[in-house]
């Protein structure tokens, strides 16, 4: 299960717009565990994929200046999100061939029509689906 507090989605749902017709990405921050993780906070990261509009790619460098910082903080790596600005809401073969945390929570949020966000941790091998819950606090 992955609980997000409600102004990490919101976070990710802008950022999600902001990028207009490009995926947008970035890391999860807060508590994680092997069976339940608490998103608290996100970190935008750069897109540096030669097509965003249909992938993402952190920029590398970015993204362990962001883990260094949430580390810095006290807080876990939770996992990690990027955005489907046309859908679906669920992760490509793509998604999956570049998918190298086992453990870790994939977020993606489609915005096709409006807004959803769904969840899936990686094992090494597959996605597997979480439940997702939104959380005021």
Excluded: K
């Amino acid at each position: 299960m992955l609980t997000i507090r409600r102004d990490a989605y919101d976070e990710i749902v802008h950022h999600g717009y902001a990028g207009d017709d490009e995926e947008v990405c970035g890391v999860l921050a807060g508590e994680h565990g092997a069976d339940a993780s608490r998103v608290t906070d996100v970190s935008r990261v750069e897109n540096v994929a030669d097509a965003p509009q249909i992938r993402y790619a952190m920029d590398p460098e970015a993204q362990l200046e962001q883990i260094d910082e949430i580390e810095s903080r006290g807080l876990d790596v939770v996992g990690f999100y990027h955005t489907h600005p046309t859908g679906p809401a669920r992760p490509s073969a793509v998604d999956a061939e570049r998918a190298t945390w086992p453990g870790y929570s994939y977020v993606i949020c489609a915005f096709d029509g409006h807004p959803y966000l769904g969840s899936w941790r990686w094992d090494g091998e597959e996605f597997e689906q979480e439940t997702v819950a939104i959380a005021e606090e």
